[in-house]
């Protein structure tokens, strides 16, 4: 028995499960978007987390890992288990064909499953739709939830894909909208009637690459 999951969004940096195999790869026809509520992880249901999910676009492509889970019955639930508990906000479990960079043609591993969710208000509880960036840059930047805030998911997800090579310009877009968020939240209103401490803290805004590696990892995030 062999299980396949594709991670888009926390997954790429912090799996959670065990699994026997990761693959660098991408899916065809979808697109990332920070289109989803997340109220128990990354936010709470007074104020929501923004966090990923898929959007199709026949045109596009999502670069992320491919996680494999061989062993038999057994493993595939524990695995699944972990999974449905982590991604409870996301309503569909799609089936995808997985590519390889070397071979952008021919699918490396088909049936990989992954979790998705409905576009819609009404049927879709949790499902935000799209906003201006700057109003998804002032919730990114102010949601808090039990596993920790949501600017450090996105900070992490702008490094994680840094760090495997594929860089998205829509991530590092909206971060960077965030950073201007924070860099308000920490800047007086005057100059003059700053503190020292203030002063200083203008400098302090996160990047991507200082969060990571003294970040501990979180027990539930979302993908």
Same mark, same amino acid.
């Given at each position: 028995?062999?299980?396949?999951?594709?991670?888009?969004?926390?997954?790429?940096?912090?799996?959670?499960? =065990?699994?026997?195999?990761?693959?660098?790869?991408?899916?065809?026809?979808?697109?990332?978007?920070?289109?989803?509520?997340?109220?128990?992880?990354?936010?709470?249901?007074?104020?929501?987390?923004?966090?990923?999910?898929?959007?199709?676009?026949?045109?596009?492509?999502?670069?992320?890992?491919?996680?494999?889970?061989?062993?038999?019955?057994?493993?595939?639930?524990?695995?699944?288990?972990?999974?449905?508990?982590?991604?409870?906000?996301?309503?569909?479990?799609?089936?995808?064909?997985?590519?390889?960079?070397?071979?952008?043609?021919?699918?490396?591993? *088909?049936?990989?499953?992954?979790? *998705?969710?409905?576009?819609?208000?009404?049927?879709?509880?949790?499902?935000?739709?799209?906003?201006?960036?700057?109003?998804?840059?002032?919730?990114?930047?102010?949601?808090?939830?039990?596993?920790?805030?949501?600017?450090?998911?996105?900070?992490?997800?702008?490094?994680?894909? =840094?760090?495997?090579? =594929?860089?998205?310009?829509?991530?590092?877009?909206?971060?960077?909208?965030?950073?201007?968020?924070?860099?308000?939240?920490?800047?007086?209103?005057?100059?003059?009637?700053?503190?020292?401490?203030?002063?200083?803290?203008?400098?302090?805004?996160?990047?991507?690459?200082?969060?990571?590696? =003294?970040?501990?990892?979180?027990?539930?995030? *979302?993908?």
């Amino acid at each position: 028995m062999v299980m396949w999951v594709f991670g888009y969004g926390s997954l790429v940096w912090n799996p959670g499960f =065990h699994y026997d195999e990761k693959v660098l790869g991408f899916i065809k026809g979808y697109k990332r978007v920070f289109d989803l509520a997340c109220i128990d992880h990354r936010g709470t249901p007074e104020h929501p987390a923004r966090t990923c999910t898929l959007e199709k676009d026949e045109e596009a492509i999502c670069w992320g890992t491919a996680f494999c889970v061989r062993g038999g019955p057994e493993e595939e639930r524990l695995a699944m288990e972990y999974l449905e508990r982590r991604e409870c906000e996301y309503d569909l479990k799609t089936c995808v064909d997985f590519y390889k960079e070397d071979d952008p043609l021919n699918p490396a591993v *088909t049936g990989v499953m992954v979790f *998705t969710s409905t576009p819609d208000k009404v049927s879709n509880k949790y499902y935000l739709g799209p906003a201006p960036l700057e109003d998804m840059a002032r919730q990114i930047a102010t949601a808090n939830g039990p596993c920790g805030n949501n600017r450090d998911y996105l900070f992490l997800l702008e490094k994680a894909m =840094h760090d495997i090579g =594929h860089e998205e310009e829509y991530v590092i877009e909206l971060a960077n909208e965030v950073r201007k968020v924070l860099a308000e939240k920490v800047s007086p209103v005057k100059e003059s009637r700053a503190s020292p401490v203030a002063k200083k803290s203008k400098s302090n805004v996160p990047t991507a690459h200082q969060i990571l590696p =003294h970040q501990p990892e979180a027990v539930a995030t *979302t993908l």
